[in-house]
């Protein structure tokens, strides 16, 4: 066999060794060695491998399968601009902090910077984006290539799994031609067989841990008096550790503080989690009286603008957070600690603290409810948003692209995910990627014993991942319904300050961008099921009916942009003035 060749059985080994499930394959010549053991290794059973024409959409369905397994999926590239293709999802997947492994295929050196086809410079392409960028050397038939193979493999899977900072790695591997096996010569220098007993060639057993203690034993580290204050708020944003939510409702249920939780925190649950957050904090007259003296922030928080003025207007700022680059986005952080901390031994305590955010939400819940009502079964995003949680199966998924879909929900329906998990890709918010993500999410989420999963998204999100539905007929489907809240552009400008009046002229142009495309026949030309729904009464069927039965599109005609920015103020006015005859 030919160097190109053995090099590409190796690491598929080692990759296999080191606990690599998935991998994603975008088609290419240069990338052919990769590909070819890859393929092998699905025909033995050893991975499942998914192939997609469009580089960019691989990175993302790889970013998918990672973000909900928490083992790194493989994305496996040609050369050239087929590989810079995959830096929003490596952008992605490092400020989410997800796990995955990017093998780009390039030329060799001699031919790189000559003019030679298809020939970038590749090293360091994704220079600070990563947690390691490897430049592999070109194989050759010498002693010591396999071991060089192998612990570059297992370094890299250890290094976008850390237990500190998870996150991508890139692995640049330039092939010398032949790039196809040649199995007139079966001969090898060396052994190619790894470690005994299928072990990595190098395992990582470095413990990092992050241990919680008690709340009061925090604020020793800041306060001479260590009892902590009566009146606080836990903010609970996007964030990986499953642990945490039960340590978030045991400590907000010991002190009797409310718990606010965006989608992906996965809080909903948590005993004194409130359905209206958003809406309180952004109640000026509720906030004057309910300004909190500590806030505890857990994981990447940001996604409303009410809830970061309380966290900067709070007296003390915890952020619990893990990473090396915690998140702060208020720059109000007096301490930051790696878990959420215990319930403590010393705490003043305020049963009318938790009673008065609880009537608020209780308020809030029924305002929103009769502007609501007002609505008939006609269909709004808000209105989506919340028929879709509430359709979520037990042990599902629900994944929310950015923008007005995951604020809806996280404003709307925050505690009507019970069982089921929320993910979104919320380290940069981006709406690229969305549906791939989505695919990957669903297919790892099923694998691991999951129930069925639903993405909503919104159209424009929906039409800027369009290939992610350009799939193969022998590519593995998961059981993914997908619901595009439509209303042909960009609502979420209409609800911020390029939708005033004075901006009107230009506002279609250059931030409503309607596409007037029908998705319905482009669902019907790539061969995916789709319905079409104008009212909350189909909806709600469509959702029964479609969930759990493969890949399949429901679309939700909803009211106009202005007509929907209109209905949020009025839901706002609505709250303020119950909130303001409590």
Same mark, same amino acid.
């Given at each position: 066999m030919n160097p190109s060749t053995v090099q590409a059985l190796v690491m598929?080994?080692?990759l296999l060794r080191c606990g690599v499930t998935d991998a994603v394959v975008a088609p290419g010549a240069r990338s052919t060695p990769l590909a070819?053991?890859? !393929?092998?290794?699905?025909?033995?059973?050893?991975l499942r491998l998914h192939v997609r024409l469009d580089e960019r959409s691989a990175g993302y369905l790889a970013l998918g399968l990672?973000? &909900? =397994?928490?083992?790194? &999926?493989?994305? $496996? *590239?040609? =050369?050239?601009t087929a590989a810079v293709n995959l830096l929003p999802a490596i952008v992605e997947a490092d400020h989410s902090a997800v796990p995955l492994i990017a093998l780009t295929a390039d030329r060799p050196p001699r031919l790189r910077g000559v003019g030679a086809n298809q020939s970038i410079e590749q090293v360091a392409l994704f220079s600070g984006r990563t947690r390691d960028e490897i430049d592999m050397a070109v194989a050759t038939d010498k002693p010591g290539q396999v071991a060089y193979w192998r612990s570059t493999v297992a370094r890299a899977v250890a290094r976008c799994t850390d237990a500190m900072l998870p996150g991508p790695v890139s692995v640049n591997v330039p092939f010398d031609t032949p790039l196809v096996p040649d199995l007139s010569s079966d001969g090898w220098v060396e052994e190619l067989a790894g470690r005994p007993d299928g072990r990595p060639w190098t395992a990582d057993a470095r413990l990092v841990a992050g241990m919680s203690t008690p709340l009061d034993d925090v604020l020793g580290a800041l306060l001479d008096s260590a009892v902590v204050p009566a009146h606080g708020v836990i903010i609970v944003g996007d964030h990986s550790e499953a642990d945490s939510v039960d340590l978030i409702d045991d400590l907000g249920d010991a002190l009797g503080w409310p718990v606010i939780a965006e989608p992906s925190g996965n809080a909903g649950g948590c005993a004194t989690a409130l359905s209206h957050g958003p809406l309180l904090c952004a109640d000026a007259g509720f906030m004057e009286s309910h300004v909190p003296n500590i806030v505890i922030t857990v994981g990447r928080v940001g996604l409303h603008r009410s809830v970061l003025t309380m966290v900067a207007a709070a007296d003390l700022h915890? !952020? $619990?957070d893990s990473r090396p680059d915690w998140s702060d986005p208020t720059r109000s952080a007096d301490l930051v600690v790696a878990s959420v901390p215990l319930p403590p031994e010393a705490a003043h305590y305020d049963e009318q603290w938790l009673a008065d955010w609880q009537r608020a939400d209780v308020l809030a819940a029924a305002a929103v409810e009769t502007v609501m009502s007002a609505e008939g079964d006609r269909l709004s995003g808000v209105s989506v948003a919340r028929i879709t949680a509430q359709s979520v199966p037990e042990s599902g998924l629900l994944f929310l692209a950015a923008s007005s879909v995951v604020r809806h929900v996280s404003t709307f329906a925050a505690t009507s995910i019970r069982d089921g998990s929320v993910l979104g890709n919320r380290g940069t918010s981006g709406i690229d990627g969305t549906l791939s993500t989505a695919w990957g999410s669903a297919i790892a989420h099923e694998s691991m014993g999951g129930g069925a999963a639903i993405a909503l998204v919104g159209d424009q999100a929906f039409w800027y991942d369009s290939n992610a539905l350009l799939v193969p007929k022998q590519e593995e489907r998961p059981n993914l319904t997908i619901v595009v809240s439509d209303n042909d552009g960009g609502g979420i400008f209409s609800t911020l300050e390029q939708g005033h009046l004075d901006h009107e002229e230009h506002f279609e142009r250059v931030f409503g961008v309607p596409l007037g495309i029908d998705i319905e026949a482009f669902a019907n030309s790539v061969g995916v099921p789709v319905q079409v729904v104008s009212d909350a009464?189909?909806? *709600? !069927?469509?959702?029964? =009916? !479609?969930?759990?039965?493969? $890949?399949?599109?429901?679309?939700?005609r909803v009211m106009d942009r202005a007509e929907e920015a209109a209905?949020?103020?009025t839901v706002s006015i609505a709250v303020a003035s119950a909130l303001s005859h409590q």
């Open positions: 598929v080994d080692e070819l053991a890859l !393929a092998e290794a699905e025909a033995r059973g050893d990672g973000k &909900a =397994s928490g083992i790194p &999926a493989v994305v $496996v *590239t040609t =050369s050239g915890i !952020a $619990v009464g189909a909806l *709600t !069927a469509a959702l029964e =009916s !479609a969930v759990g039965d493969g $890949v399949s599109i429901i679309v939700a209905l949020v103020e």
